[in-house]
T-cell receptor, first 109, second 117 residues
Framework: GQNIDQPTEMTATEGAIVQINCTYQ??????LFWYQQHAGEAPTFLSY??LDGLEEKGRFSSFLSRSKGYSYLLLKELQMKDSASYLC??????????WGAGTKLIIKP | GAVVSQHPSRVICKSGTSVKIECRSL??????MFWYRQFPKQSLMLMAT?????????EQGVEKDKFLINHASLTLSTLTVTSAHPEDSSFYIC?????????????FGPGTRLTVL
């Protein structure tokens, strides 16, 4: 079966750095997405990785290792507004998105 | 980025009635649109994939006669929840894939919160 694992909840301090991990086992791979979802709102796109390595975009970076079936989202200089759920999703061989359950990130002052 | 609208944003209805939700891609053409359902504190669950001009593909366990999907144009897909019941109360989100992009990114609508009394 297809499976995506990420921690259920994480807590971090304002101004700090946090890394959210995601491991996946899917039938085929056509890229990995990270989305941010605030409570009661639809997901918004953060990043897309299809090749191994680190993609940096401002305070957010995303890393991918296809051989290990592993990705992480790195958030720097955390702000209170970063409190949200972060969803990892993999595009499988049928170009269908397989979603993780999401990681709820709590930022404390 | 590409914009997807969804209407209505919130709807409350009586049990047994039908509710139609519209999903529109505003500045791009979407051959494929997706309908998701999300219960509180849970991840997105794909209900069906909607392809313009053809029948939708439903995920296992989703009743196609209850959740009617129509994708009549490259910018509009509709989801109709027929004979809604309280257990259908959920957050329904659509997304659209830009036909002209090789990025495979899905752009999400703002969601529709359905409450069935």
């Amino acid at each position: 079966g297809q499976n995506i694992d990420q921690p259920t909840e994480m807590t971090a301090t304002e101004g700090a750095i946090v890394q959210i991990n995601c491991t996946y086992q899917t039938s085929g791979f056509n890229g990995l997405f990270w989305y941010q979802q605030h409570a009661g709102e639809a997901p918004t796109f953060l990043s897309y990785n299809v090749l191994d390595g680190l993609e940096e975009k401002g305070r957010f970076s995303s890393f991918l290792s296809r051989s290990k079936g592993y990705s992480y989202l790195l958030l720097k200089e955390l702000q209170m507004k970063d409190s949200a759920s972060y969803l990892c999703a993999v595009l499988d061989s049928n170009y269908q998105l397989i979603w993780g359950a999401g990681t709820k990130l709590i930022i404390k002052p | 980025g590409a914009v997807v609208s969804q209407h209505p944003s919130r709807v409350i209805c009586k049990s047994g009635t039908s509710v139609k939700i519209e999903c529109r891609s505003l500045d791009f053409q979407a051959t494929t649109m997706f309908w998701y359902r999300q219960f509180p504190k849970q991840s997105l669950m794909l209900m069906a994939t909607s392809n313009e001009g053809s029948k939708a593909t439903y995920e296992q366990g989703v009743e196609k006669d209850k959740f009617l999907i129509n994708h009549a144009s490259l910018t509009l897909s509709t989801l109709t929840v027929t004979s809604a019941h309280p257990e259908d109360s959920s957050f329904y989100i659509c997304s659209a894939r830009d036909s002209g992009s090789s990025y495979n990114e899905q752009f999400f609508g703002p969601g529709t919160r359905l409450t069935v009394l």
